[in-house]
């Protein structure tokens, strides 16, 4: 009797029970899509920082660490790895707003590259890495892309 009577209402009210299952189904597919996408945010974002040893902390200076101070940063309880790092920013020849920053890291564990194509890292290589979107944006064609050996992204 109770399911007739629903029935009957629904029927006579199908406009508002129809816009209400719109409602509620987009309701639904949005929370579920949003859910999805931050699992995979999520995940892929742990993964590359598994995958790089991003650092979890960075101390800044403006005149350096001596060897010194890093020895008593690297000696501190809880700390895995540790290395000195310099960035100097670039501005290139040829184009108005083109700059390119060039990383060196005295310890290649931590903070690494991801890379997209070329090969590894080589300490005792004789080409540089260029990152991917540097690459693609300035046209760069593919001997230079063998010469320089690999292409990166930023890690």
């Not at 949005?30 to 960075?58: C, H, V």
């Not at 690297?74 to 670039?90: C, F, H, K, P, Q």
């Not at 194509?117 to 944006?137: H, N, P």
Request: glycine share 8%; with cysteine; charged share 25%.
């Amino acid at each position: 009797m109770l399911f007739r009577k629903m029935l009957r209402t629904a029927w006579s009210y199908k406009a508002q029970f129809i816009s209400m299952l719109i409602m509620m189904t987009l309701g639904i597919g949005i929370f579920l899509g949003f859910n999805m996408e931050w699992k995979t945010i999520e995940y892929d974002t742990s993964r590359f920082f598994e995958d790089t040893k991003y650092a979890d902390y960075r101390m800044y200076s403006e005149t350096g660490f001596t060897k010194e101070e890093f020895e008593k940063i690297a000696s501190i309880e809880g700390v895995d790895a540790a290395t000195r790092y310099l960035s100097v920013n670039l501005d290139l020849k040829g184009g108005s707003k083109k700059a390119l920053a060039l990383d060196v890291s005295e310890n290649y564990t931590v903070s690494t590259f991801k890379l997209i194509s070329g090969s590894e890292y080589d300490e005792a290589g004789d080409g540089i890495w260029l990152s991917d979107k540097f690459a693609k944006l300035n046209d760069l064609p593919p001997w230079i892309r063998y010469l320089r050996r690999s292409i990166c992204a930023p890690g």
